[in-house]
């Protein structure tokens, strides 16, 4: 029986909640805690016969003998801190928040590791699709070189909006709102910080190079107009918002940066639309390996976050080392408009299917 | 320091042990020892200064102190009956080995529990795809509930080669010899056989059924032929060898099938060209995750079982649960016309991107 904690009840923490209390919830993981700055307000919205403690005060979940803290709350501050406190606390740790994970990432993972706690944050980069899971374990074997990925659900729902209705941003912006979507802020989104975070996160994991998500290139999609979509679409493709990242390991230089680029109507990135997210993955043995999935949303989220609460439920004494992550590197921002596309015939018919 | 050793130096055992002699080898992984029929004439084929010792007695694998056997030697037996031992001599195990795990796994694993060792696949679905870590670990929080996927590069690369030249069958199998890929047997991956194998381990790890691969429905690839696909390309589509399975919980119905069946020419399995694989993963919380990337090949396959021997040395007491498998279910092996695609849409803006 693993105990686990929730903290903050908003899209993505109600998701997980109504998860872990649904008939079909993952057996053995048993939600006893919510921390809520309205918890009051909270708590009729849960629809459960489990006793559940709801509480505003931090300090109720660090004193229980929860095994699992699920960190929902958002935001760098005091997020981070919160985590630290758990960590310290014996807690092992879930989150979803890819500004503390891209900033403080290094410190945590260092903690949970002298804790002999684990910290995981499949949640924090892609939604449901497993794309942190695939580069630091399925692909620790691979030496990857390259990453080219949609990793803002928000900013590739604009910009396909636009795509298919031949509307402004602002049309496209408005119609969301008009759909509820008015709580999110697309703005973050479309400048690209968000992405960034999540860009230096699959650095870390793919290269073990720490760079500073404020340091990633960028140039903002706030601009991206009807016009520019229709040039695109006269040349043969479109614009998305593309997170590059490509490392060259003999002269210890990173390429990254986030931008709204052109991009073929028949790659991975122009089929993307909506809130998706996908990434290619290149190396140098295998070729590319492409992965594509809900990218935001409570319940794909929610999705990641159980998936990380039953890893550790699985093993709660696992060794999760932290990377060791270099500063010794060469940073290139520099927009390169094209990104390498999933190569769909990386090996002919030479290749021995035979072990 | 991890201590491996390797069983077979055919293409994936050779590609295997290049990787890890090379100067970019994994650190503290060493090859110890090597065992192949052959083993006097394949030695001097790697090329190396490290201390490797070649054997011809599995007796000398299992009474070394490796720590890890890898199994690349293929075929049902003796391969089961090497892991068993491996295992029980107190070693972990990585295996590419789909027969063997479909056949055997749910007795492997039970053992590889008891002994307190690991049995890892990777390699035994998708190649360098890391579709077994998908399923089992990363969407462990999702309720899977159907899987569409191409899981044989060879014939995907025969009917590709079909759809690409016009030509028949034939023609395709022996342009792959000419090229030097004679050595495999394509009569086995085109009837189905290998598919089977491999879709019987997906519908272990995504929804807890044990189903037996020989029973697993089956319309061979062998007699597509050029007109199959011509009549395909007219209805705006193309020929792919898909294995299908979907689970109804509720009702214990299993439908699994692998049959070359009609696809659509914008979906992700027409685009799947050569040895490469897909895979559509479909669950109740976050839609469908797609992933794709080389099906096939020494070095792609390398890729998926270091990564499994990075796995085990991270931290070698790690706690791998047995899957609890059911036979209580009803298996159908109606092969339906078309697969579900990669839904590209499955949220619109109304999903907010923020935590």
Chains 1, 2 share one sequence.
């Not at 935001?75 to 403080?104: F, M």
């Not at 590319?288 to 990218?295: E, L, T």
Request: glycine share 8%; proline share 3%.
């Amino acid at each position: 029986m693993t105990r686990v904690a929730l903290l903050g009840f908003g899209t993505v923490g109600s998701a997980v909640a109504r998860r872990l209390v649904s008939p079909d919830a993952p057996p053995g993981i048993v939600l006893t805690h919510i921390f809520d700055r309205r918890a009051d307000l909270k708590r009729q919205t849960l629809q459960t016969s489990q006793p559940v403690e709801w509480t505003s005060r931090f300090s109720a979940v660090i004193e229980s003998d929860v095994d699992i803290v699920i960190e929902a709350i958002g935001g760098v501050e005091p997020a981070a801190d919160w985590i630290r406190h758990a960590l310290a606390a014996g807690k092992s740790v879930v989150t979803a928040n890819k500004q503390v994970v891209a900033r403080h990432g290094a410190s945590l993972w260092a903690l949970a590791a002298r804790q002999g706690r684990q910290l995981r944050f499949e949640a924090a980069v892609g939604g449901a699709m497993p794309i942190v899971r695939a580069i630091a374990d399925g692909l620790s074997g691979e030496r990857i070189t390259r990453i080219d990925a949609i990793l803002n659900g928000t900013t590739n729902a604009v910009l396909s909006r636009m795509e298919a209705r031949g509307c402004s941003q602002a049309a496209a912006i408005a119609e969301a709102r008009a759909n509820g979507y008015a709580e999110a802020n697309p703005e973050v989104d479309l400048r690209g910080d968000d992405a960034r975070a999540k860009l230096a996160i699959l650095c870390a994991l793919a290269f073990g190079v720490r760079v500073d998500a404020g340091e990633i290139g960028v140039r903002s999609a706030e601009h991206v107009s009807d016009t520019d979509l229709e040039e695109a679409r006269r040349r043969n493709g479109t614009v998305r918002q593309i997170a590059h990242a490509e490392y060259d390991r003999s002269r210890r230089r990173l390429s990254a940066w986030v931008a709204p680029v052109f991009v073929r109507r028949d790659s991975i990135f122009a089929r993307t639309a909506g809130a998706q997210n996908c990434a290619v993955i290149s190396g140098e043995h295998a070729g590319q390996i492409a992965i594509s999935g809900a990218g935001a949303g409570g319940s794909a989220t929610a999705v990641a976050i159980i998936s990380d609460v039953l890893a550790i439920a699985r093993d709660r004494a696992a060794i999760v080392p932290a990377p060791h992550l270099t500063t010794d590197f060469t940073l290139t921002t520099e927009i390169t408009e094209e990104p390498v596309d999933f190569d769909r015939q990386p090996y002919g018919l030479e290749v021995a299917e035979a072990v």
